[in-house]
């Protein structure tokens, strides 16, 4: 069965560093997301994805963060200088158009 | 602008009874409402979803949701739960736009099954 693959599981870094987080959609799918859950909080979207561009993006997506999608199969997550704050876990989602979403087992990022 | 709200923030049940999750959604148009599944330290699992058509949907694992539009409901149920249905449950409900569709969601319901 197709999956949404993230890597990596789990990430720790230095407050201000930077980190990217990659994800693996399934192959037939046209539409992308990230979603963060905070320890203990619900399901957060961050960022929609289609047709090479942005499509929706929420407030929690600021400047520091950025999306793209290098090639025909990644799609990553990039956080330019890490907070405190950006600790949580990360998923990615794919879909086909108007279908149910799937998505990976996450990346929990560590920032210290 | 769309919300969905899950009442119990916990909930316990012994091995072998019935369950019911709640879930509130406030959306002005059709919703589009989905069951997630999150085991500890694993992704999301799709259970089941509501587009249309009969409101009483079966999921996998013995999971069934009723919509219910008069009430703004989409209650998960299950009649004999098992110990390994502990985990986190996620009500969401999908708005539609160009650029694919996007989920808010509840704030999760953790269910504890007693032995």
């Known amino acids: 069965e197709p999956e949404v693959t993230q890597t990596p599981s789990h990430q720790v870094t230095q407050m201000g560093q930077e980190v990217i987080l990659r994800c693996v959609p399934i192959?037939?799918?046209?539409?992308f997301y990230w979603y963060r859950q905070i320890l203990g909080q619900k399901v957060e979207f961050l960022v929609s994805?289609?047709?090479?561009?942005?499509?929706?993006k929420s407030e929690i997506f600021d400047d520091q963060f950025s999306v793209e999608r290098p090639d025909g199969s990644n799609f990553t997550l990039k956080i330019r200088s890490t907070k405190l704050e950006d600790s949580a876990m990360y998923f990615c989602?794919?879909?086909?158009?108007?279908?149910?979403?799937?998505f990976g087992e996450g990346s929990r990022l560590t920032v210290l | 602008a769309q919300s969905v709200t899950q009442p119990d923030i916990h909930i316990t049940v012994s091995e072998g009874a019935s369950l019911e999750l709640r879930c509130n959604y406030s959306?002005?148009?059709?919703?589009?409402l989905f069951w997630y599944v999150q085991s500890p330290g694993q992704g999301l699992q799709l259970l089941l979803k509501?587009?249309?058509?009969?409101?009483l949907v079966q999921g996998i694992k013995g999971f069934e949701a009723e919509f219910k539009r008069s009430q703004s409901s989409f209650n998960l149920r299950k009649p004999s739960v098992h110990w390994c249905d502990a985990a986190e449950y996620f009500c969401a409900v999908a708005t539609f736009t160009g650029g694919g569709n996007k989920l808010t969601f509840g704030t999760g319901t953790q269910l504890k099954v007693e032995l």
């Open positions: 509501y587009f249309s058509g009969d409101t």
């Open positions: 959306y002005g148009a059709t919703p589009y």
């Open positions: 989602a794919s879909n086909r158009r108007g279908g149910e979403l799937f």
């Open positions: 192959s037939n799918h046209l539409y």
């Open positions: 994805f289609y047709n090479n561009e942005i499509s929706e």
